[in-house]
């Protein structure tokens, strides 16, 4: 049976793992729109990571600057120029 | 290629794991509290013992950001609003408010959920603002929630719904002047009285200090408010709110009149 303390490393290594993947995806994908979801996706992932560090503070700036301002202004941004990232 | 960029990943990461297995009593910190941490601890909410240094504030992050750390916070808020007046003077020759009609938005599901919507994102971002001192968050947190409002309103209606309902850049600029005077007349507000009474305080003080016994309020009709903390969180929730704002309507205004030149 699992002890609380490492069931919450374990979550975090996920959580973890999982952030890069989004960070991947988020690079080499062509459709821009996709990328900035991506990219919103591993901030919320980043989001856990800070409540599961003890820094609740720093969560809760995050959540609406990184999942709802940033991926809005490139939202704006992205509408203003090209969808389609080129070679 | 794209086998190569995984396998370039896969590496990365099982090399990154290896050395934190490795190095993990060398790259982890202690679990042990340091010794600036134990005093900030000790004295952020201690009226008993520690009466000449305590903030009041059960919330030892905010009392650091806002009284022992307050200085570095005011620069960083003057960092966040010289970045703001960049921006206005990049388009200040950009932008027309004139009331054109609303564009159609999204569908009717959207916008009524979306008025359902909007009222309990204020109600959050202003808890969060203004229970800084007593629970995790603050001005800038609070600030932040709340102008994902303007956001979301500009993304289902439109940009000319927001300016017709009232909150055009001139007025959202007056609101985020009006919290950043408030911020630093919070921050003099002590000086200024202890100096009509010919004693002695410090610009930026919140509770007595040892030579300098003039004091915030800290309850207000019975519930805490940490003295300056809760004013500073209040002032720099509404600066913030606003600046955000004028953030998005100056993007989106300056992106309606170049396709209108076109």
Do not use: C
Request: a neutral charge; zero cysteines; aromatic letters at 10%.
């Amino acid at each position: 049976m699992l002890s609380g303390e490492t069931g919450i490393y374990i979550l975090m290594a996920v959580v973890s793992l999982i952030s890069t993947l989004a960070v991947y995806m988020a690079v080499v994908e062509k459709d821009l729109v996709k990328a900035v979801i991506y990219s919103a996706l591993q901030s919320g992932l980043y989001t856990i990571l800070y409540f599961l560090l003890l820094a609740p503070d720093i969560g809760l700036v995050y959540i609406p600057v990184a999942v709802g301002l940033i991926p809005g202004v490139l939202l704006i941004l992205i509408s203003k120029t090209e969808r389609w990232e080129k070679e | 290629m794209k086998t190569v960029e995984v396998v370039v990943l896969i590496i990365l990461i099982l090399a990154l794991a290896l050395l934190i297995t490795v190095g993990f009593e060398h790259i982890m910190p202690s679990t042990a509290v340091r010794p600036p941490a134990e005093f900030y601890l000790y004295a952020t909410y201690n009226p008993y013992k520690l009466r000449e240094y305590t903030v009041m504030s059960p919330e030892a992050v905010t009392a650091i950001v806002w009284d022992f750390r307050g200085l570095d916070t005011l620069f960083e808020t003057s960092v966040f609003y010289l970045a703001l007046i960049a921006g206005l003077a990049l388009t200040r020759r950009l932008l027309s408010e004139r009331a054109e009609k609303p564009g159609h938005g999204l569908s009717l599901i959207v916008k009524t959920v979306t008025r359902i919507t909007a009222p309990m994102i204020i109600v959050v971002g202003a808890s969060i603002a203004l229970h800084g001192h007593l629970t995790p968050g603050g001005g800038f947190q609070g600030g932040s929630v709340i102008a994902v409002l303007p956001m979301v309103i500009i993304v289902v209606f439109s940009v000319s719904f927001l300016i017709m309902r009232g909150f055009t850049t001139s007025k959202m600029i007056i609101m985020r002047s009006l919290g950043l005077f408030g911020i630093g007349l919070t921050a003099i507000a002590l000086f200024l009285v202890s100096l009509i009474q010919g004693t002695h305080a410090y610009v930026f003080q919140n509770m007595i200090k040892p030579d300098a016994q003039t004091s915030m309020p800290i309850y207000i009709a019975g519930a805490l408010i940490s003295g300056t903390l809760w004013f500073f969180n209040l002032f720099e929730m509404f600066a913030v709110a606003a600046g955000f704002s004028i953030a998005f309507i100056v993007l989106m205004l300056a992106r309606t009149l170049q396709v209108e030149e076109r």
